[in-house]
């Protein structure tokens, strides 16, 4: 019994690693930090490249906290994180925090430039159009040193409060600025900057980068109403470059048009009908018309009417309606309480039109305030009153509070319902390829937004120190990239082979538009396993035995099975 062998089964993660990692060596991750992050000092057993690598894995798979990062590397296989048995034990949050301090020396705009270089080079991601939309980053804590001053040699960004698109004005904020290729949502530039910036400041400077990448101006550049100034859209057109965005309720020629077709009839021109996703029975019927009233700047204004938004204008109306007679329901009761506070007209007149206002329905209500006067007598000393009592009268205001609803204006009103307005340069594209480029492929910059914040979570973090938070934001750019990679590599395959779908949903459910988080469940049991004995020398391997599925999405890669022994 004595010599008995003791022998230990090693169990080990792998998950969708192997993939994830074909995709890092094909981008040279690795190598790309390994050039350019700063030389660590001698006594460093980790690399910073490695640790940085492993942040990287770990963000696109399975964000964990930084204090976590290292119990997660040591349940995973250490070769499919780039590490050695013996660097995985190294790992913790402090080297981590240090890694990015590196990250942050380094320079991380030239390095951003190589990356997306390499990346639209190595699988030729169409460059002809571009969506950018922004976000906030909502952060926790104070970040007092998150002033703008400058660190190590290099500015930070200013952490503060601005308008909060999260809702959190409570909340300070960092400002995301992300442009997507129309090619897949492939993420090919990104900026962070100061948390009260306003967006339509931002969008030269993105432009311009786009051009430094295409090597031309003459790509089509697509964003939302901050475009929409005369500056920036003066600035793209007179550098050749051709451009589609919303034209903002603000500008004139929204209010013009509206009031026109409340009085006229549009020769309205059916250009689409697009079937939403359980609304097949429904679909979105969308016309459009040139705008009889021109562009003040000379711009192609064109006005795009929606079946499915008419719908919801015209609910969203009825929903204020009833919410603006809710309260004025409420104001009357108050007035006609024994205990009104309101003493004068003027304060109930302010309380009714304040409702209207914040309701916004001041142009469908009409209200009135009627004044009662209620006379009250009473005695002028206590006692049982008789026949010398002196009686004192006083007369006290009361408020009746009426209201109708305008119908003739409401019903003026409705026929705006469904209308948005879309301004361009181009005199080439249709109608078609106008609402194509702004209504199914703007919203994709929103999904890699959600993709960041709330799959990712890339936010809130923790990081109290802005220098690293920068260094993160970087590695979270790198990570949303390679999601949008995988999913662009298996839908073209996809669409190749003329595979619809494949039943990657629980229960075997068929899924016509991969992602990343489906892999990532498909793939998520496999693990490999050691056995070995006394002197942790390795007597049997068990590899992880793929499914018929995970196979077939294999195939989709071009990628063999050998790649999941590791």
């Known amino acids: 019994m004595a010599n008995e062998k003791k022998f230990k089964l090693d169990e080990k993660n792998i998950g969708v690693l192997p993939i994830v990692n074909h995709f890092m060596e094909r981008l040279k991750v690795m190598e790309m930090f390994d050039s350019e992050l700063p030389p660590g000092n001698g006594r460093a057993k980790l690399s910073p490249s490695k640790t940085l690598g492993v942040l990287l894995r770990n963000l696109i798979l399975n964000r964990m906290p930084l204090y976590s990062v290292g119990e997660w590397a040591a349940r995973t296989a250490p070769e499919a994180i780039g590490l050695t048995s013996t660097e995985a034990e190294m790992l913790n949050d402090d080297r981590v925090g240090r890694a990015l301090d590196k990250l942050f020396e380094a320079d991380r705009v030239a390095m951003l430039t190589d990356f997306v270089v390499r990346m639209v080079t190595s699988y030729e991601i169409a460059l002809e159009q571009f969506h950018n939309d922004s976000t906030t980053l909502t952060l926790h804590g104070e970040y007092r040193d998150a002033d703008g001053r400058m660190k190590r040699g290099k500015s930070t960004l200013q952490v503060c409060f601005g308008h909060n698109k999260d809702h959190r004005p409570d909340l300070k904020q960092l400002l995301w600025i992300l442009t997507v290729s129309a090619d897949g949502a492939v993420p090919v530039h990104f900026k962070a900057t100061d948390g009260n910036i306003q967006d339509n400041n931002t969008h030269i400077e993105t432009w311009e980068a786009l051009r430094r990448l295409v090597g031309a101006p003459d790509f089509l550049y697509v964003a939302d109403s901050k475009l929409c100034t005369r500056d920036n859209l003066k600035y793209i057109h007179k550098a050749g470059g051709k451009f589609i965005t919303i034209l903002p309720q603000t500008r004139g020629e929204d209010r013009l048009f509206k009031d026109w077709l409340k009085k006229n009839s549009a020769d309205w021109e059916e250009v689409v009908r697009f079937l939403h996703p359980g609304q097949e029975d429904k679909p979105d019927i969308i016309k459009a018309v040139h705008s009889p009233i021109p562009d003040a700047d000379g711009y192609r204004l064109v006005w795009f009417h929606s079946s499915q938004k008419q719908e ?173 990679l995988i999913e662009k590599k298996m839908r073209d395959a996809m669409s190749e082979q003329h595979i619809e779908s494949l039943p990657l949903y629980p229960e075997g459910r068929k899924c016509h538009a991969p992602t990343m988080a489906r892999l990532i469940d498909v793939f998520g049991n496999l693990q490999r396993h050691l056995l070995t004995d006394g002197k942790k020398e390795v007597v049997q391997r068990f590899d992880p035995e793929l499914s018929q599925l995970q196979l077939e999405v294999l195939e989709l890669f071009d990628l063999s099975p050998q790649i999941f022994k590791i």
């Open 312 to 484: 919801r204008d015209a609910q969203s109306r009825q929903n204020q309606i009833m919410r603006a007679f809710k309260k004025l329901e409420a104001l009357k009761a108050k007035l006609e309480g024994p205990r009104c506070r309101y003493c004068s007209l003027a304060a109930v007149e302010s309380a009714a039109g304040g409702i209207l206002s914040r309701t916004g329905t001041e142009a469908w209500i009409n209200y009135k305030v009627d004044t009662l006067k209620e006379e009250n007598f009473r005695q002028e000393r206590r006692g049982r009153p008789g026949n010398d009592t002196r009686w004192r009268r006083t007369v006290k205001e009361r408020f009746t509070l009426s209201w109708s609803l305008e119908k003739d204006k409401v019903r003026l009103d409705s026929r705006t319902d469904g209308v948005f307005p879309l301004l361009t340069n181009d005199d080439n594209l249709s109608f078609l390829e106008i609402i194509t480029a702004y209504k199914t492929k703007q919203p994709m910059v929103e999904k890699r937004h959600d993709l960041l914040k709330n799959t990712l979570e890339v936010t809130p973090a923790y990081l109290k120190s802005i220098s690293r938070l920068e260094a993160f934001l970087f590695i979270g750019f790198i990570s949303i990239t390679i999601h949008a």
